[in-house]
């Protein structure tokens, strides 16, 4: 499984950015795909994730201002993140999970820098 990030930059706050996460293959394989992030110093957190089902599930910190959907026809998960805070400022990363092995599988990151 590869996954490949974009949409990252810079962005002053209270503005908005997309990021897609393609994957290679059908996303219908996976159990669950996420968007995770890790800030400067700190530890990678959770921001969304959608399962197969397609239910949902987000971090406190973004409720209402994110949100996580995907395109099955064209094996991507997209991140609309409006609102943008200074604190949004982190590493974003991809995650999948794969129905078959159970494993776990991350894109490269993308950076999001949001300025006050």
């Known amino acids: 499984v590869q996954l490949v990030e974009s949409g990252g930059g810079l962005v002053q706050a209270g503005g908005s950015l997309r990021l897609s996460c393609a994957a290679s293959?059908?996303?219908?394989?996976?159990?669950?795909m996420g968007w995770y992030r890790q800030p400067p110093g700190k530890q990678r957190e959770l921001v969304a994730h959608?399962?197969?089902?397609?239910?949902?599930n987000y971090a406190n910190s973004v409720k209402g201002r994110f949100t996580i959907s995907r395109d099955n026809a064209n094996s991507t998960m997209y991140l609309q993140m409006n609102s943008l805070k200074p604190e949004d400022t982190a590493v974003y990363y991809c995650k999948v999970v794969s129905s078959y092995n159970g494993r776990d599988y991350w894109g490269q990151g993308t950076q999001v820098t949001v300025s006050s």
């Open positions: 293959g059908s996303i219908l394989s996976f159990a669950l």
């Open positions: 959608i399962i197969r089902g397609g239910s949902t």
